[in-house]
């Protein structure tokens, strides 16, 4: 962005690229100015989202006041600075933003999307939500440390990441009094230790008065985060439910500054605005998780190229080619895996103790939930075409929290549908604590 169009980036007094009426904190702008917010605005009706002929109008003034004091030598530096302070933007001669021959043929700023993953996940909205709260309670760290290195069991192929997340809070992360100063996580790493997060902090402050703010402003981070996963897998229509995320959104915002005020905001607050027009504009989530491996595969084969005459073409062919080579391994979105068996008893089966279904590996062993009932995969199956699950089923003992329960197992088997399962997120212990 800064250097194609030339944004002065997050700390400039505009740190919305998307809505430009959103000015940095503590500006001293808005009460003096009409029509703008700042980043810990809380209403979206308030935001004012650019219009491409708004975008290029200032781009424009920043070209011609660039001109005016570095070629025609009649605006003052004082001025010129000022002007392009305002604007947040910087003149960059060729650049995207002012080349008047491709503004009418491409509308490039309406195709500019703003990465939910960045958004929230690094160091952005959740993880400054993560850090709040456990400060707010004062829980010690090797308690959280302890319970995470509980024998928690992960879905089957994320069993190995899920037993090493514990180190988000390791020693080596912690400032230099053994304290949480900043939660230091990548994107996946914050993202699978949510389900653990937020089970252990339900135990912890749920019945304690003076948290009370502070979990409510946690809930409703939480509860956009779900909207989001769920329309990031397709659960749900992004665009029929862009109205459920704006209401989502204010209702966090306005429990964030009512509990913590507007000292811990960041421009990436401003930012999460944006994923409504985004969902309207594609009905669909895209998965930054792809497109950071896309990135880290293209890298890899970019450093082995030494031609840089035919450095793009190079790039591509070997991307290709890996891709071609991905693509034989390739198999049916919902299907068995590994070595398949037949039984005398059911003639018309296949079975397996793995299968795919909609991206999801699901394991002979694994404990999921079939509607509202956990239960645990005996089988996997294709019968006459179709793919089902043997299962047993549960017995409910007791909540825990709010995402979280304690089942014991029974003597209940069932046939279902396989695309009608749910993975548990983790279990623990016989008696199972679950998280869906």
Same mark, same amino acid.
């Given at each position: 962005?800064?250097?194609?169009?030339?944004?002065?980036?997050?700390?400039?007094?505009?740190?919305?690229?998307?809505?430009?009426?959103?000015?940095?904190?503590?500006?001293?702008?808005?009460?003096?100015?009409?029509?703008?917010?700042?980043?810990?605005?809380?209403?979206?009706?308030?935001?004012?989202?650019?219009?491409?002929?708004?975008?290029?109008?200032?781009?424009?003034?920043?070209?011609?006041?660039?001109?005016?004091?570095?070629?025609?030598?009649?605006?003052?530096?004082?001025?010129?600075?000022?002007?392009?302070?305002?604007?947040?933007?910087?003149?960059?001669?060729?650049?995207?933003?002012?080349?008047?021959?491709?503004?009418?043929?491409?509308?490039?700023?309406?195709?500019?999307?703003?990465?939910?993953?960045?958004?929230?996940?690094?160091?952005?909205?959740?993880?400054?939500?993560?850090?709040?709260?456990?400060?707010?309670?004062?829980?010690?760290?090797?308690?959280?440390?302890?319970?995470?290195?509980?024998?928690?069991?992960?879905?089957?192929?994320?069993?190995? $990441?899920?037993? +090493?997340?514990?180190?988000?809070?390791? @020693?080596?992360? =912690?400032? %230099? *009094?053994?304290?949480?100063?900043?939660? /230091?996580?990548?994107?996946?790493?914050?993202?699978?230790?949510?389900?653990?997060?937020?089970?252990?902090?339900?135990?912890?402050?749920?019945?304690?008065?003076?948290?009370?703010?502070?979990? $409510?402003?946690? +809930?409703?981070?939480?509860?956009?985060? @779900?909207?989001? =996963?769920? %329309? *990031?897998?397709?659960?749900?229509?992004? /665009?029929?439910?862009?109205?459920?995320?704006?209401?989502?959104?204010?209702?966090?915002?306005?429990?964030?500054?009512?509990?913590?005020?507007?000292?811990?905001?960041?421009?990436?607050?401003?930012?999460?605005?944006?994923?409504?027009?985004?969902?309207?504009?594609?009905?669909?989530?895209?998965?930054?998780?792809?497109?950071?491996?896309?990135?880290?595969?293209?890298?890899?084969?970019?450093?082995?190229?030494?031609?840089?005459?035919?450095?793009?073409?190079?790039?591509?062919?070997?991307?290709?080619?890996?891709?071609?080579?991905?693509?034989?391994?390739?198999?049916?979105?919902?299907?068995?895996?590994?070595?398949?068996?037949?039984?005398?008893?059911?003639?018309?089966?296949?079975?397996?103790?793995?299968?795919?279904?909609?991206?999801?590996?699901?394991?002979?062993?694994?404990?999921?939930?079939?509607?509202?009932?956990?239960?645990?995969?005996?089988?996997?199956?294709?019968?006459?075409?179709?793919?089902?699950?043997?299962?047993?089923?549960?017995?409910?003992?007791?909540?825990?929290?709010?995402?979280?329960?304690?089942?014991?197992?029974?003597?209940?088997?069932?046939?279902?549908?396989?695309?009608?399962?749910?993975?548990?997120?983790?279990?623990?212990?016989?008696?199972?604590?679950?998280?869906?």
């Amino acid at each position: 962005m800064r250097q194609a169009i030339g944004w002065r980036g997050a700390g400039s007094i505009r740190p919305s690229i998307i809505h430009d009426n959103v000015l940095m904190k503590a500006s001293d702008l808005v009460s003096r100015t009409d029509g703008y917010v700042e980043i810990g605005c809380c209403e979206a009706r308030l935001l004012h989202k650019t219009t491409t002929l708004e975008f290029e109008n200032r781009c424009d003034l920043v070209e011609a006041v660039y001109k005016r004091h570095h070629v025609d030598k009649t605006l003052s530096k004082r001025l010129f600075d000022e002007i392009i302070k305002v604007e947040s933007l910087n003149y960059i001669p060729r650049g995207l933003a002012f080349d008047r021959e491709l503004r009418g043929q491409v509308d490039f700023f309406s195709a500019i999307t703003v990465d939910w993953m960045h958004t929230w996940l690094q160091d952005g909205v959740l993880t400054t939500e993560v850090f709040l709260l456990l400060g707010a309670c004062n829980l010690p760290v090797s308690g959280l440390v302890a319970f995470l290195q509980q024998p928690w069991q992960f879905p089957f192929g994320k069993q190995g $990441k899920g037993s +090493k997340l514990w180190k988000v809070f390791e @020693d080596r992360r =912690l400032d %230099a *009094k053994g304290e949480v100063d900043k939660v /230091r996580s990548t994107a996946s790493e914050l993202l699978g230790v949510m389900t653990l997060i937020r089970h252990y902090v339900a135990i912890h402050v749920d019945h304690i008065p003076a948290l009370a703010p502070h979990w $409510k402003s946690f +809930k409703a981070c939480c509860k956009v985060l @779900d909207l989001i =996963l769920v %329309a *990031k897998r397709a659960t749900v229509s992004p /665009r029929g439910n862009a109205g459920a995320l704006r209401k989502l959104l204010e209702d966090f915002m306005t429990s964030h500054v009512a509990c913590y005020g507007e000292s811990h905001l960041k421009p990436k607050h401003a930012w999460q605005w944006a994923l409504i027009w985004h969902w309207l504009r594609d009905d669909m989530v895209f998965d930054a998780f792809v497109v950071e491996r896309l990135h880290l595969q293209i890298r890899a084969i970019a450093e082995r190229i030494d031609d840089t005459t035919r450095g793009e073409r190079s790039v591509l062919s070997g991307v290709v080619m890996e891709q071609m080579a991905e693509l034989k391994k390739f198999h049916s979105p919902c299907c068995l895996l590994g070595r398949t068996f037949r039984c005398d008893d059911f003639p018309n089966a296949v079975f397996a103790n793995k299968m795919a279904v909609w991206g999801s590996t699901y394991a002979v062993g694994c404990v999921i939930f079939h509607q509202d009932i956990a239960g645990m995969l005996l089988a996997c199956a294709l019968d006459d075409g179709e793919l089902v699950a043997v299962i047993e089923k549960f017995t409910f003992l007791v909540q825990l929290s709010p995402n979280g329960a304690q089942w014991t197992r029974s003597d209940t088997v069932a046939m279902v549908r396989a695309a009608d399962l749910n993975m548990a997120r983790l279990v623990r212990s016989r008696r199972s604590f679950l998280k869906s």
